[in-house]
């Protein structure tokens, strides 16, 4: 019977051999799931304020970007029975607020927010490609693939914000530094709730 559970097609996750990697994977997705989810929001935040703007288009665009990145998430969550956050409720309205509170500062604090956002998720998924690494690079092919993939694309979407002024925001730095924290904060939360 084990060699069926580990031969059995599958998408991007394995199946997990014991309970601790169930719990790894299970973390490692829900958080996933739900960064995706809160930059889904932001960007709706971002797009209610400045949608009609010049700006409005290359929001869209990277909007779209992560939602096929959130439709991916909810598809494996579904896929490995892995129950999402209990707190999407918060990181809804949150990350909403937060997307349009930094477009009223203009399209520069839009970015920085973007900058900051982006930054964080990169990090994060880094954090996610060595701990896979180091564990089994072969067993997590698929899984790598896609965290990569996405990393390099929220990478896109920071160094975009970069290139639109994000740095000229007044307070770029401490408003970075701020919306980081959050990220951190709601990235820790999001493993365990």
């Given at each position: 019977m084990p060699l069926q559970l580990s031969a059995r097609a599958?998408?991007?996750?394995?199946?997990?051999?014991?309970?601790?990697?169930?719990?790894?994977?299970?973390?490692?997705?829900?958080v996933d799931h739900a960064g995706e989810f809160g930059a889904n929001r932001i960007y709706a935040g971002q797009m209610a304020?400045?949608?009609?703007?010049?700006i409005g288009?290359?929001?869209?665009?990277?909007?779209?970007?992560?939602k096929k990145h959130l439709a991916k998430f909810d598809e494996i969550l579904a896929e490995n029975r892995v129950r999402p956050t209990a707190l999407l409720p918060i990181w809804n309205i949150a990350g909403f607020l937060l997307g349009a509170?930094?477009?009223?500062?203009?399209?520069?604090?839009?970015?920085?927010?973007?900058?900051?956002?982006?930054?964080?998720i990169a990090e994060h998924y880094n954090s996610q490609i060595r701990a896979l690494m180091a564990k089994d690079p072969d067993r997590y092919t698929q899984l790598l693939q896609v965290i990569k993939e996405f990393r390099d694309e929220e990478m896109e979407h920071h160094d975009t914000g970069l290139a639109?002024?994000?740095e000229s925001?007044?307070?770029?730095?401490?408003?970075?530094?701020a919306i980081q924290l959050g990220c951190k904060a709601a990235i820790c939360i999001s493993q365990r709730v």
């Open positions: 599958y998408g991007i996750v394995p199946t997990p051999r014991d309970s601790e990697e169930k719990d790894m994977l299970d973390r490692m997705l829900r304020v400045l949608g009609r703007s010049s288009p290359l929001i869209q665009e990277m909007w779209d970007q992560e509170s930094s477009a009223l500062l203009g399209k520069e604090g839009a970015m920085a927010c973007t900058v900051a956002v982006e930054e964080s639109h002024d994000a925001v007044p307070g770029y730095w401490l408003l970075k530094n």
